[in-house]
């Protein structure tokens, strides 16, 4: 769970590096094996962007609590 903006940074990090790492991976794996390659990266990315959503979408805590 995203708590603070530091820990929002390195989750969008994470996943763009999934990302690329797919990228990488769609060019060098027959499509059998990427599919089975890439499921529980994407279902972590899925995970991951779902974590950036909810806490970008909870209200920020005021500078005087």
């Known amino acids: 769970m995203i708590q603070n903006d530091a820990q929002l940074h390195q989750a969008q990090a ?3 590096k999934l990302w690329r790492f797919l ?3 769609r060019l ?3 499509s059998v094996d ?3 390659l890439a ?3 994407l279902l972590q990315i899925q995970e991951r962007q779902q974590e950036v959503l909810n806490y970008l979408s909870a209200n ?3 500078a005087d609590t």
């Open 28 to 30: 060098t794996h027959s």
């Open 23 to 25: 990228e990488s991976a």
């Open 14 to 16: 994470d996943i763009q």
């Open 39 to 41: 499921a529980p990266y």
């Open 34 to 36: 990427y599919e089975r």
């Open 60 to 62: 920020p805590k005021s």
